[in-house]
């Protein structure tokens, strides 16, 4: 064999060693892939067109930004194992833990999704049946963000949120899988619909083996409330694409027993990866004559979650009744003040009938997929909120933007999942 037919063994087998090498000490396929593509191009080509690298380069930050992803999923199944709920279930009320949660595995890995919607079992008694409020519906909406005070900002985009109530577990494919099934040792289960909500974005971090309805009543306990008060719950979301999740806000309607709407829990997830729950009651006394709003809630903000918005502020939010008839119309506001100040309003609308995934027929939900796969995406909501970022950075001083420091984290908020080199 001559030399020139052997050089490109040369170059390749180093590479090839590497990759093994990385592929068993932190098994990551998706960078160690990207590095050595990277390293091949380099070496085998000496002039490289504007299209390589750019190829080159979009294909090493995509596989940089899925490897970090995969670490904080990986982080986020793991902070739940199967040992502790089932050693805290006899104990729920004393210790904190959610009643029920030695929920049958057995049961779960066996699940397989249709089109009708799967109550849990968690008493054992498969003739248990569970009454919802609402149904689950994907509301295309606006978001339209205004600043009053300070700089004068404001924009607009698009904005998908999903409804459904909680303790509903279903699949509407080719939609959305409401509460999938945990199943250990997969770390991407199969999909069957384009969007999922699922237990371990929500509430604390990991649980990936509870359910939705153990999580929010671990949560109610934790706050010193009884679940019972409110046996019905509408959680209304942004959905989770390709197993990532960028959830700014979320919101966990409340109903008591004669289906009126008498508390909400407010879900918030900063850009630094930790997480806040308020449990608000409605403070509105009487109901709305011509508005929309028929909820109002109060409460403190303690925690960092835009260095262009103040820390010592509160929050008051209004919102419509997403369940109640007819739903053709979602309007959210959420409220930042300061004292008696307005900083900050930002307003949900919803642009059109919500889409029941029940009962859509397979052409309108591909036409709705076609118009809104891409805006819940965690790459798209990244992009967005660093666009502005730095357009409202470049276009004020210093003076009028006031940058607020990040502060040390508060122990009312969940921290951020730890990386695999955080941990």
């Known amino acids: 064999m001559c030399k020139d037919e052997m050089a490109p063994w040369y170059i390749l087998s180093p590479l090839l060693l590497s990759l093994v090498v990385r592929l068993v000490l932190e098994r990551r396929v998706a960078l160690a892939l990207a590095e050595n ?10 002039e490289l067109s504007w299209v390589k690298v750019v190829v080159i380069a979009a294909i090493f930050v ?24 089932l050693q805290c279930a006899a104990n729920s009320r004393i210790s904190g833990c959610p009643a029920h ?15 009708e919607a799967q109550v849990p079992n968690f008493t054992g008694n498969s003739q248990a049946e569970k009454t919802f409020h609402g149904r689950a519906a994907m509301f295309p909406c606006d978001l339209r963000h205004l600043r ?6 404001n924009y607009h985009h698009s904005y998908l ?29 199969i999909k069957k619909a384009w969007f999922s909500i699922r237990p371990e974005d929500h509430a604390f971090n990991g649980g990936a083996n509870l359910s939705m309805t153990q999580k929010l009543e671990e949560f109610l306990l934790s706050e010193g409330e009884d679940p019972a008060e409110w046996p019905y719950a509408y959680l209304l979301t942004p959905p989770s694409v390709t197993w990532q999740l960028n959830n700014p806000l979320s919101f966990w309607y409340l109903y008591n027993t004669r289906r009126e ?25 009487e109901a709305p004559r011509n508005g929309p709003y028929c909820f109002k809630g109060k409460f403190d903000k303690d925690l960092q979650v835009s260095p262009f918005t103040p820390i010592a502020a ?40 919500p889409l029941d995934a029940a009962s859509a027929s397979l052409g309108s939900s591909l036409l709705f997929l076609v118009k809104w796969w891409w805006v819940p995406m ?18 004020h001083n210093e003076k009028e933007l006031n940058i607020q420091t990040r502060a040390e984290p508060t122990t009312n908020a969940i921290a951020k999942s730890a990386r695999l080199s955080e941990r």
Request: net charge positive.
């Open 37 to 46: 593509l990277l390293l091949i191009a380099s070496i085998q080509y000496a």
């Open 62 to 85: 995509a596989s940089a930004f899925l490897q970090t992803q995969l670490e904080y999923l990986d982080s986020a199944q793991d902070t739940y194992s199967y040992a502790a709920p």
């Open 101 to 115: 949660t030695s929920r049958d595995h057995k049961r779960d890995l066996n699940y397989r999704t249709s089109r």
């Open 148 to 153: 009053r005070s300070g700089f004068k900002d």
């Open 161 to 189: 949120y999903v409804g459904y109530p909680v303790g509903l577990r279903a699949c509407y494919s080719p939609l959305i899988t409401v509460e999938p099934s945990y199943r250990p040792g997969f770390l991407l289960p």
């Open 261 to 285: 709407l008498t508390a909400m829990i407010v879900q918030l997830q900063t850009s630094y990866g930790e997480r806040r729950l308020w449990l608000t009651r409605n403070c509105r006394m």
């Open 314 to 353: 509160s929050y008051v939010i209004d919102s419509s009744d997403p369940c109640a008839a007819p739903l053709d119309k979602l309007k959210i506001m959420v409220t930042l003040k300061r004292g008696r100040e307005t900083v900050v309003n930002a307003v949900v609308n919803s642009t059109g009938p």
């Open 378 to 395: 965690c790459s798209v909501v990244v992009f967005r909120i660093l666009f502005k970022a730095a357009k409202i950075y470049l276009t």
